[in-house]
């Protein structure tokens, strides 16, 4: 069994950065991929990023290549989203997610977080 725990996010105007976090709880999470997803009002819940347990393998999606860093430190169980250069496009839901299989599609995904609001204001 594995927790995630979200924390961060909230409201910032066009232009700004938020960090969000993660706390990784469970066992055998270092055998797991890491990473975020997004779930905007009305559409479907798709990737971010994601990360491997070592943190030197990254995959972002292209809208956000450039404007958001995926971290992990894993002597602490944390995973973080740092979000900059914020659009108003990038207000949702975010949901820190773990696959024993690797994550790529919503379904790929095992465990979730509760999930954390992002409001990008114009």
């Known amino acids: 069994q594995v927790q995630l725990v979200e924390s961060g996010g909230g409201l910032v105007q066009t232009g700004g950065s938020l960090r969000v976090s993660c706390a990784a709880s469970g066992r055998a999470i270092s055998t797991y991929a890491l990473g975020w997803f997004r779930q905007a009002p009305g559409k479907e819940r798709l990737i971010v990023g994601a990360?491997?347990?070592?943190?030197?393998?990254?995959y972002y999606t292209d809208s956000v290549k450039g404007r958001f860093t995926i971290s992990i430190d894993n002597a602490k169980n944390m995973l973080y989203l740092q979000m900059d250069s914020l659009k108003p496009e990038d207000t949702a839901v975010y949901y820190c997610a773990a696959g024993a299989r690797g994550i790529y599609w919503a379904d790929d995904v095992d465990y979730w977080g509760q999930g954390t609001q992002v409001t990008v204001s114009s």
């Open positions: 990360i491997n347990w070592s943190g030197d393998n990254t």
